[in-house]
């Protein structure tokens, strides 16, 4: 059974940092490109991030996303964050590059999603 689970979200105030993880079972990650995406209430989910299996990057503004195949796991790294960056945050696995790296249909496996909510 395939499982993503992300973590490392949380409350923060503008102008703060977080890294979000996301771990992944059931799966050999070194074989799938990852994505990160995030929807915000009443707002429809938008990718942010990108990374292929080799580590190439597809990103949005202030977002780095990384990748530890040892550890099964992706990060994406948010810095100078903003009250709009307040969203649930969802990673997702899928085995090839798809139409395009901001596409959000084609994803096989998506994880249950983290929460940051930023404060002004």
Do not use: H
Not at 11 to 38: N, P
Request: hydrophobic residues 35%; neutral net charge; proline residues 3%.
């Amino acid at each position: 059974q395939v499982q993503l689970v992300e973590s490392g979200g949380g409350s923060v105030q503008a102008g703060g940092s977080l890294r979000l993880s996301c771990v992944a079972s059931g799966i050999r990650l070194e074989d799938f490109y990852m994505g990160w995406f995030r929807q915000a209430p009443g707002k429809d989910r938008e990718a942010v991030a990108q990374i292929s299996p080799i580590g190439l990057t597809t990103v949005k503004g202030r977002f780095t996303v990384s990748r530890d195949n040892a550890k099964d796991t992706v990060y994406l790294q948010i810095d100078g964050l903003k009250p709009e960056d307040t969203a649930m945050y969802y990673c997702a696995a899928r085995m090839g590059p798809g139409r395009s790296a901001f596409a959000i249909d084609g994803w096989q496996y998506w994880g249950q999603g983290t929460q940051v909510t930023v404060s002004s």
